[in-house]
């Protein structure tokens, strides 16, 4: 098959019956716009040029187009209205460029996301091998009410007639025109110069081709589509969830062949541009959306959704929200996680419940396991972060950024003022507020006296549950006291003994829960 001298790719129409700001071809499924998946499939044909007309919200249309492929061609629709002047706006389009439009036109339309380049590449070589001067894919419906009828005699194509135009007679005829061609160039050049308005809509209709190159003796031929689903057109959003359905069924069937599991294919969502390794587990709720890339004997969900994100070898991710993340192999994250762009989890770590973080580099076997906000920061190797910490990043005006060495424990309730650098090995207490440098192998403490005011709730909150509460239990701890030999009074003189405060031996009067295995910090 020689190569088409060009692909046009129908996209100027407003899509009205979407009854959205949006335009219809920018509707995306499984990832891509529907004018996406139009142009990966036109580009596996090899044409020389590609090229995709547009009029309603030109730039915006024209934008994603070329964020797709830089190289297509950009052609605008004039006043006149219908598929034929757009197809010769396209050509005028071509010829300024200096691309050759004598050999073989492929033309289709925007909002065909299932059609696959295979079906195209077929097209093109039914049609070059038979010598046609056009070549139309067509697909037999049960129901095909709305479409064009291709109306044929002797087996060959005479005319397609749109749908409002057709007799009662034609409207009968179930192989319906797809809005797909393949064309001998120089004779779609000519023709669309001879083809008038003269229809209910007053439109240049590109079918009106098929007639006027029948009258001439030039042989019209028709490849029906094997698959129905390839040539279906969103045109609303009925018709886009449809197609948004079958695609990904499509995308989760085609791995789970490759040897990836996936327990619930009803409720997993995978974009076309999703990679993923043989034994990969995907749980239900979960959609991998973007170019995520997720290696082997991962484990993602229940309940997750992540975009653009990497995953390792062996990773669990549960209930967890990601966009542009790494997470090492044999990490760990979730449940109610939520990783936001630039962070970078090394191999073996965790990222825990209720933890969110952001431009945050975190290293290896490092662990920020509970309710903790981690932004603009960078963390060494197996450092542990307590409960409850935050980074806090934002002076109102500039972000700045905290450095946390290796082998560091650090305690619940820590403010991490930035810009601030955790040597190795440091340790903190407690409720630390960290906004000096802490030198390697330091313990970082905010030490303050703990002050008991006895009596002040029963005596400012009189009345109140708290008051008898506690009213009661002074009774009995009175009355207890009142026992000769009894001892219920050591410690700090209100209740059981002060057994441990949580401080290292060999730091009196720091705060409690310093270091990942002291009273109050949490593993």
């Given amino acids: 098959m020689d190569r088409p001298a060009a692909v046009v790719i129908l996209a100027a129409g407003a899509g009205t019956r979407m009854k959205s700001k949006t335009p219809k071809v920018l509707n995306a499924i499984s990832g891509r716009s529907l ?46 209205p219908g598929t034929g002047r757009a ?42 091998e038979s010598g046609n001067a056009m070549t139309i894919l067509t697909a037999l419906m049960e129901e095909p009410a709305g479409y064009g009828r291709v ?60 007639g006027i190159a029948h009258i001439s003796g030039r042989r019209v031929a028709a490849v ?31 791995w789970m062949r490759e040897g990836v599991t996936v327990i619930d294919p009803d409720t997993t969502w995978i974009d076309v541009d999703v990679e993923l390794a043989p034994d990969v587990t995907i749980l239900p709720n979960t959609q991998l959306q973007g170019a995520c890339r997720v290696e082997e004997d991962a484990v993602i969900g229940p309940d997750t959704t992540l975009t653009d994100c990497e995953v390792g070898a062996g990773a669990q991710v549960v209930r967890t ?38 431009n945050a580099t975190m290293g290896e076997g490092t662990k920020i396991p509970h309710l903790s906000y981690v932004g603009d920061a960078t963390i060494g190797e197996h450092t542990n972060i307590g409960a409850a910490s935050v980074f806090v990043n934002y002076d109102g005006v500039t972000k700045h950024r905290t450095i946390v060495g290796s082998h ?42 703990q002050r008991n005011v006895e009596g002040w709730v029963e005596a400012k909150r009189p009345g109140t549950a708290a008051a008898e509460a506690a ?25 059981a003994p002060n057994e441990t405060s949580g401080t290292p031996a060999d730091a009196p009067g720091a705060s409690s829960a310093v270091g990942n295995e002291e009273k109050g910090a949490i593993e």
């Fill in 151 to 210: 109306v044929r005699s002797e087996g060959r194509v005479t005319k397609i007639v749109e749908d409002r135009d057709a007799s009662t007679e034609e409207r009968a005829i179930r192989e319906i025109n797809t809005g797909v061609y393949a064309f001998d160039g120089a004779l779609l050049r000519e023709t669309l110069s001879r083809v008038g308005q003269t229809n209910s809509q007053g439109e240049v209709y590109l079918t009106d081709v098929v």
């Fill in 35 to 80: 004018l996406g998946h139009a142009i990966t499939a036109g580009s596996r044909v090899g044409a020389g040029r590609i090229c995709v007309v547009v009029r309603h919200e030109r730039d915006s249309v024209a934008a994603d187009a070329l964020s797709y492929d830089p190289d297509l061609l950009i052609a605008d629709q004039d006043e006149v």
């Fill in 224 to 254: 029906v589509a094997d698959d129905p689903w390839e040539v279906e057109g969103a045109n609303d959003k009925v018709q886009l969830a449809h197609l948004a359905k079958e695609m990904n069924r499509r995308i989760v069937e085609d």
């Fill in 408 to 449: 560091c424990r650090m305690g619940s309730d820590n403010m991490y003022v930035a810009p601030v650098t955790i040597g190795d090995g440091a340790y903190s207490g407690a409720g630390t507020t960290l906004r000096r440098d802490v030198p390697p192998g330091a313990l970082a403490i905010n030490p303050a006296s």
């Fill in 87 to 128: 197809v010769h706006c396209a050509l005028e389009a071509l010829a300024g460029h200096g691309d050759p439009v004598d050999g073989t036109v492929v033309v289709t339309a925007a909002d065909t996301p299932l059609l696959d380049g295979g079906t195209l590449r077929e097209l093109v070589r039914t049609h070059e």
């Fill in 321 to 358: 929200h990601g966009l542009l993340a790494v997470i090492g192999a044999g990490a760990q994250v979730g449940p109610f996680s939520y990783l936001r762009p630039g962070t970078e989890l090394g191999a073996n770590g965790k990222i825990g419940t209720f933890v969110e973080t952001k």
């Fill in 471 to 495: 009213a009661r239990a002074r009774e009995v701890l009175e009355a207890r006291e009142a026992i000769p030999g009894t001892d219920y009074g050591a410690g700090d003189g209100r209740g």
